[in-house]
């Protein structure tokens, strides 16, 4: 695991941009693997940049995104469906048929976990971006979930839900539940880039790079991985 420590969370997006903007340039048809919340905004305004200074182009590029809340369609604002809209999608020149996420309103959700694992089978990610809950999640992946999970609902503990609780108006209407790839569904990516800024992760982290792997801490499993780049701001390495 190779770890990057970096000034500030500005320093974090642009190495973690120029890693992604490489494989898209290398391979117009990659497959990126994607993530939501604060840790990743950054980045994508550094490949939104590059794409209107430099060309780089996502037209052939297809998408997987981690996870997605139960109930919540992509008009809805807390959705990640409006989230990968509003901070990249509609700012690249991807063609949204060629981008996934679990569908929050589906009324069989066993039958949505289907479909979306019998995706992922199909798209192997050449990166998978993660950002990580201050619990040590990844995706919607909380303590105790399996190495060999695959996309599943998830019923969100009650510190993520406290952590998300601050993008709603009101902690009530933040969803109990998620759609989340599982961890299997991670570690079969070609690399990773997990991303992480602020004290408040710095528990996290230090699980994540010195800690034993053990289901506890979800991230410490990408330990397992060959080609993983964490990328911290001092902040959120300030325990290692
Ligand atoms: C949510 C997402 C995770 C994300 C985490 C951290 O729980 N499901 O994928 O990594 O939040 O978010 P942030 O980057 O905003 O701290």
Redesign the pocket.
Known sequence: MKVIITENYDEMSRKAGEIVTEIVKNNPNAVLGL??????IGMYDYMVKEHISNGVSYANVSSVN??EYVGLDADNENSYAFFMSKYLFDRVDIDKKNTNLPNGKAEDKQAECDRYNALLETMKQDVQV????SNG????NEPGTSLDSVTHVVDLTEN?IK??SRLFDDISQVPTQ?F?MGIKNIMNAKSIILLASGKN?AEAIKGLVKGKIDISLPASVLQLHPFVTVIVDKDAASLL
């Not at 993530?35 to 990743?40: D, I, Q, R, V």
């Not at 993660?130 to 809950?133: D, N, P, S």
């Not at 999640?137 to 919607?140: A, D, L």
């Open positions: 993530a939501t919340g604060s840790s990743p981690l996870d993660l950002g990580i809950g999640h990844i995706g919607f993520t952590d998300n998620a989340s992760k």
